[in-house]
């Protein structure tokens, strides 16, 4: 057993504002499943928002994150998150993100359901340099000790150590490289593990979005909200050689138009907003003209921007696209939504608190109340910063030094898995049945079959983590169908339509607006 002060799960922007904003007297474990650089984070487009403009304001943001939250927002986690922003950036520029400027100061950009430009981004591709920035600085750090290729298997609580007590004392973890599972102990723990995205068969998420902290969390006895909720991205490129490749909502924001492949626009006859609605709206009217037409796909122009403007702004998807033998300066570029926001996740407070002691989670893993039925685009890496960034005050406020002495992992009763090939088929079943239904339009009967599947994988899974030794797939499949499960148990208790959870049973928007909370027995 080794110990640590703060244990660190994952390594996006919430676990690097984090683990960068703790006191160095601090002793930080920092793992990641993959590389450092394989995160949601860093494969975000668009950029933070922030009211930064003379004619921008607080109440301007707050109004339009309720708005795009469907009702669902707490309106007091909004204002946290809001009014913290500016100096969550200040920070973030301090650390050396070099952000877009223009003679005036810095270039902001303007995405759907905000109501003026406040979008700090690096070209179209902030997150990579805002982790490129952050990990330089993490890997400087003398108090912090980062580990890649390490997956946590489980969290270690006091229920687990036959206490009674609702507390964490760290966590048993998975060296990939070397196939042994270890215990670290910690003072606190902190889940920052992203979202859920890989349930589903087309997402815009990297293949570490597996659910992972909340599965954990909820085994551990803590509860999760609002999971029904999962933001389809309207806009992934449909090609068969790009694999979850965004379309930055970005390009909408100047003036990207989305067509048939007649050329008619559509987006004004379903939103006043037209490519300026929300993302749960337009990825609905999206997802109805491809169904009414039998369309594999439709179309975004920015043909009549100046070639000079697109490559400028968009760099990035310019490069990519012309990889794939596809000018976006000439030519439209071929779009369908994929899975890409996981809105719900674990309760937490302000602090990033969960109902356990010493038990933290931050970012996507979570719901804060921030992103209710819907999140507003690029408020995600915000709330990251302003999370991170508390997570880190409270903890250095609240000392917690590792306890007691944690058992080893007991893999006496378990042998080598003899067909790996269970876990393959399994992982591809899910993703199936959850894309077609759990995806963006739902019915009772659909939950149902999809409730079905789940009961039925998990038994085979439960089996196999008990018989034999753990392993990467097995672990990550495990906790990916546990989080389906409760996205599936959201969706079913969810009786109207509003914001990304639309039923066909129940179409109607309720007039009061209840969270969806599951308590674990």
Same mark, same amino acid.
């Given at each position: 057993?080794?110990?640590?002060?703060?244990?660190?799960?994952?390594?996006?922007?919430?676990?690097?504002?984090?683990?960068?904003?703790?006191?160095?007297?601090?002793?930080?474990?920092?793992?990641?499943?993959?590389?450092?650089?394989?995160?949601?984070?860093? /494969?975000?487009?668009?950029?933070?928002?922030?009211?930064?403009?003379?004619?921008?304001?607080?109440?301007?943001?707050?109004?339009?994150?309720?708005?795009?939250?469907?009702?669902?927002? !707490?309106?007091?986690?909004?204002?946290?998150?809001?009014?913290?922003?500016?100096?969550?950036?200040?920070?973030?520029?301090?650390?050396?993100?070099?952000?877009?400027?223009?003679?005036?100061?810095?270039?902001?950009?303007?995405?759907?359901?905000?109501?003026?430009?406040?979008?700090?981004?690096?070209?179209?591709?902030?997150?990579?340099?805002?982790?490129?920035?952050?990990?330089?600085?993490?890997?400087?750090?003398?108090?912090?000790?980062?580990?890649?290729?390490?997956?946590?298997?489980?969290?270690?609580?006091? $229920?687990?150590?036959?206490?009674?007590?609702?507390?964490?004392?760290?966590?048993?973890?998975?060296?990939?490289?070397?196939?042994?599972?270890?215990?670290?102990?910690?003072?606190?723990?902190?889940?920052?593990?992203?979202?859920?995205?890989?349930?589903?068969?087309?997402?815009?998420?990297?293949?570490?979005?597996?659910? !992972?902290?909340?599965?954990?969390?909820? +085994?551990?006895?803590?509860?999760?909200?609002?999971?029904?909720?999962?933001?389809?991205?309207?806009?992934?490129?449909?090609?068969?050689?790009?694999?979850?490749?965004?379309?930055?909502?970005?390009?909408?924001?100047?003036?990207?138009?989305?067509?048939?492949?007649?050329?008619?626009?559509? /987006?004004?006859?379903?939103?006043?907003?037209?490519?300026?609605?929300?993302?749960?709206?337009?990825?609905?009217?999206?997802?109805?003209?491809?169904?009414? $037409?039998?369309?594999?796909?439709?179309?975004?122009?920015?043909?009549?921007?100046?070639?000079?403007?697109?490559?400028?702004?968009?760099?990035?998807?310019?490069?990519?696209?012309?990889?794939?033998?596809?000018?976006?300066?000439?030519?439209? %570029?071929?779009?369908?939504?994929?899975?890409?926001?996981?809105?719900?996740?674990?309760?937490?407070?302000?602090?990033? +608190?969960?109902?356990?002691?010493?038990?933290?989670?931050?970012?996507?893993?979570?719901?804060?109340?921030?992103?209710?039925?819907?999140?507003?685009?690029?408020?995600?890496?915000?709330?990251?910063?302003?999370?991170?960034?508390?997570?880190?005050?409270?903890?250095?406020?609240?000392?917690?030094?590792?306890?007691?002495?944690?058992?080893?992992?007991?893999?006496?009763?378990?042998?080598?898995?003899?067909?790996?090939?269970?876990?393959?088929?399994?992982?591809?079943? %899910?993703?199936?049945? /959850?894309?077609?239904?759990?995806?963006?339009?739902?019915?009772?009967?659909?939950?149902?079959?999809?409730?079905?599947?789940? +009961?039925?994988?998990?038994?085979?899974?439960?089996?196999?983590?008990?018989?034999?030794?753990?392993?990467?797939?097995?672990?990550?499949?495990?906790?990916?169908?546990?989080?389906?499960?409760?996205?599936?148990?959201?969706?079913?208790?969810?009786?109207?339509?509003?914001?990304?959870?639309?039923?066909?049973?129940?179409?109607?928007?309720?007039?009061?607006?209840?969270?969806?909370?599951?308590?674990?027995?």
């Amino acid at each position: 057993m080794e110990t640590c002060d703060v244990l660190i799960i994952g390594s996006g922007l919430a676990a690097a504002t984090l683990a960068l904003s703790l006191p160095e007297r601090l002793r930080v474990v920092m793992i990641t499943k993959k590389a450092l650089t394989d995160s949601s984070s860093q /494969m975000a487009q668009g950029g933070i928002a922030s009211v930064q403009a003379d004619d921008d304001d607080f109440d301007a943001h707050v109004r339009d994150t309720l708005q795009a939250g469907a009702g669902l927002c !707490d309106e007091a986690r909004v204002r946290h998150v809001v009014e913290n922003g500016p100096a969550a950036l200040k920070w973030l520029i301090e650390q050396g993100v070099a952000f877009d400027r223009e003679t005036s100061g810095y270039h902001l950009t303007r995405e759907g359901g905000h109501s003026h430009r406040r979008i700090l981004h690096v070209a179209d591709a902030t997150g990579n340099a805002v982790q490129t920035t952050l990990l330089a600085r993490l890997k400087q750090a003398p108090n912090i000790e980062i580990r890649t290729q390490h997956l946590a298997v489980d969290l270690i609580t006091g $229920r687990k150590l036959g206490l009674d007590e609702a507390t964490v004392h760290g966590a048993y973890v998975l060296d990939i490289a070397a196939d042994q599972v270890n215990t670290i102990a910690a003072g606190h723990t902190v889940l920052a593990t992203g979202g859920a995205g890989k349930a589903f068969l087309y997402t815009s998420n990297p293949d570490t979005a597996t659910g !992972d902290g909340i599965a954990m969390a909820w +085994r551990a006895g803590c509860r999760v909200a609002n999971l029904e909720f999962i933001q389809f991205h309207p806009t992934c490129l449909y090609h068969p050689q790009a694999k979850s490749f965004l379309i930055t909502e970005a390009m909408r924001g100047e003036g990207a138009l989305l067509r048939l492949p007649d050329g008619t626009r559509f /987006m004004p006859e379903h939103d006043p907003r037209a490519e300026l609605a929300p993302r749960d709206i337009v990825a609905r009217a999206i997802d109805f003209e491809m169904k009414k $037409r039998g369309l594999d796909c439709v179309y975004l122009d920015i043909t009549h921007k100046p070639a000079r403007f697109i490559i400028e702004h968009f760099p990035n998807i310019y490069a990519r696209c012309k990889e794939l033998g596809i000018d976006i300066t000439q030519a439209w %570029l071929p779009v369908a939504p994929a899975t890409h926001y996981t809105c719900g996740g674990v309760m937490v407070d302000t602090a990033g +608190r969960t109902d356990l002691a010493n038990l933290y989670a931050i970012g996507e893993t979570t719901s804060t109340g921030l992103h209710g039925a819907n999140r507003l685009a690029s408020n995600s890496l915000l709330e990251c910063l302003v999370y991170g960034r508390s997570a880190a005050s409270d903890i250095a406020q609240s000392p917690a030094a590792p306890g007691r002495p944690l058992p080893d992992w007991d893999e006496s009763r378990v042998t080598d898995a003899d067909e790996q090939v269970v876990i393959t088929h399994n992982w591809h079943e %899910l993703r199936r049945f /959850m894309w077609d239904y759990v995806g963006i339009i739902r019915t009772n009967k659909r939950l149902e079959r999809a409730s079905h599947r789940i +009961r039925l994988l998990r038994e085979e899974i439960d089996e196999f983590y008990s018989n034999f030794r753990v392993t990467n797939d097995l672990i990550e499949l495990r906790n990916l169908v546990q989080t389906a499960e409760l996205i599936v148990r959201c969706a079913q208790l969810r009786h109207e339509s509003r914001g990304l959870h639309a039923s066909r049973d129940y179409p109607e928007t309720l007039p009061v607006a209840r969270n969806t909370v599951l308590v674990p027995e």
